[in-house]
């Protein structure tokens, strides 16, 4: 066991955690009309206690297990089997990286949120989200970063897929599975109000940027150079994707908006996640630069154009933003066209599926979509009985 890199991992994971809590609860509530962000703070809130107890019980083991399967680790370390506090994953106590891992398990169903807010059922959330993140999200984080048919000697040979962070596994699995939803739910009664609270939209993305340094940079599972070289560049992208995005809506509308340039901060971020740790800073600055632009115009195409209703712009922020910076690790040198390219077909054809006949099976069993006063009133009320602002108080 190695005393810094044990340190500044328990800080990473305490950063991840932050992204979800209170981050993304803020980042996405601020977004939404009054009467439904308290179900959009449960949402996170719910998923996240789901997940840990879910990645206990056998999502590490999917991931992480022993198994010598491509395709899944297998079962030997359901509930943490075998492993104590004496126990090491290279140089880092076992139990330390899979609360690492638990909170990318946390983060990943709850970037799915965005995409059915203020019309989804709270039954629907939380069983979708339990058995996407043990039949989606934990397969493909083993194909990738559990030695599975994804990594160097599997399906693409000797170099496999490069994704440090979760371009691949983080973040086009949620954005396409964010779709999926919100094509299923079909569009809300009322897509036109504008956020309720800019304020807690600014709050929540200044969390999820600070939060991202323990995200990448907790990637490199030591304190050394490279995670130092990934928290800068992780910056550095979400900087500049900030002002591009709103530079680009200066151009486009005539102003630039705050909710604007922090969504594309988030786009920055989304988009340097899988290739924090084989670029540069000049790397990352054109990254982000051709993010800020990229994200807005998917965007665009999402509603304006597929007229799709993905609430709070999951896919196109996300999902567009971590396969555009997968991609670029082919293009900088620091990964195969084949194995990227590759990766990214396999993971997104397995996470259609998935999604798809998960959408079905859970919707048999629990109402996808609350009824129509319930969505005219807010899920605040009609789902939790409670408010949160209470005027006359």
């Not at 340190?7 to 609860?25: H, N």
């Not at 993305?205 to 599972?221: D, E, I, P, R, Y």
């Not at 999951?314 to 670029?328: D, E, K, L, S």
Request: net charge negative.
């Amino acid at each position: 066991m190695n005393g810094a890199d044990t340190a500044w991992i328990i800080v990473a994971t305490a950063l991840v955690l932050f992204m979800t809590l209170p981050g993304l609860a803020l980042f996405y509530g601020g977004l939404v009309r009054a009467r439904n962000v308290l179900s959009v703070f449960m949402h996170c809130y719910a998923i996240a206690c789901l997940m840990s107890v879910l990645w206990l019980i056998a999502g590490y083991s999917i991931a992480f297990g022993g198994g010598t399967s491509g395709y899944w680790g297998g079962l030997d370390k359901l509930f943490l089997s075998g492993v104590d506090a004496d126990s090491l994953a290279g140089t880092l106590p076992e139990v330390l990286f899979f609360a690492f891992q638990m909170t990318f398990a946390i983060i990943t169903p709850a970037l799915i949120v965005g995409a059915y807010v203020e019309r989804v059922g709270f039954g629907f959330v939380l069983t979708f989200s339990g058995l996407w993140m043990l039949l989606c999200y934990a397969p493909v984080v083993h194909w990738i970063w559990g030695g599975g048919m994804l990594s160097d000697g599997g399906i693409f040979g000797d170099i496999g897929v490069r994704d440090f962070a979760g371009g691949i596994v983080v973040h086009e699995t949620a954005g396409l599975a964010a779709i999926i939803i919100a094509v299923f739910l079909g569009p809300r009664k009322n897509s036109t109000t504008p956020p309720h609270n800019p304020g807690f939209v600014v709050i929540g993305a200044a969390m999820l940027w600070v939060g991202w340094f323990g995200f990448n940079g907790g990637s490199q599972l030591a304190a050394d150079g490279g995670a130092a070289m990934a928290l800068t560049v992780t910056h550095i992208s979400a900087a500049t994707a900030s002002l591009t995005w709103a530079l680009w809506e200066k151009i486009k509308y005539g102003k630039a908006s705050v909710v604007g340039i922090v969504t594309g901060t988030i786009a920055g971020l989304a988009s340097i996640t899988p290739a924090s740790g084989f670029v540069g800073p000049v790397e990352a600055l054109i990254i982000g630069a051709i993010a800020g632009i990229l994200c807005q115009e998917a965007v665009n195409l999402v509603r304006n154009v597929l007229k799709i209703d993905d609430t709070l712009d999951v896919f196109a922020v996300h999902g567009v933003g971590g396969i555009f910076g997968t991609i670029m690790i082919a293009v900088f040198g620091a990964g195969s066209w084949v194995a990227q390219l590759g990766g990214l077909a396999v993971v997104g054809i397995f996470t259609t599926v998935v999604t798809v006949v998960l959408v079905k099976v859970v919707a048999a069993v629990t109402a996808l979509r609350v009824d129509a006063e319930s969505e005219t009133n807010g899920l605040d009320i009609s789902a939790h009985g409670e408010r949160a602002y209470d005027l006359s108080s």
